[in-house]
């Protein structure tokens, strides 16, 4: 009555899983940078960092890097 059940795995599966994991780690790695721009353009100009990583997040860090080239410098 004492049966130990066993569970195979193909390798596969593992050598899939282990892309995956390797593509969403380095799109969070890539995102973290576009965020760290963001960031750094943002106070150089004297504006808010938060609103505008909140909108790198939800629009395109790409047109919020954009948008933060046409406005310039807020004190200017």
């Known amino acids: 009555m004492n049966q130990i059940a066993e569970i195979v795995v193909d390798q596969s599966v593992w050598e899939t899983s282990l892309i995956i994991l390797y593509i969403i780690a380095g799109l969070a ?3 973290w940078l576009y965020i760290g721009i963001t960031r ?3 106070i ?3 504006r808010d960092p938060l609103g505008w990583i909140l ?5 395109s860090p790409l047109l919020t890097w954009i948008i ?3 406005v310039g410098d ?3």
């Open 68 to 70: 933060l080239l046409l």
């Open 44 to 46: 150089n100009r004297h």
């Open 55 to 59: 909108l790198s997040i939800f629009v």
């Open 29 to 31: 790695i890539l995102y």
């Open 74 to 76: 807020k004190e200017s």
């Open 40 to 42: 750094s353009m943002a």
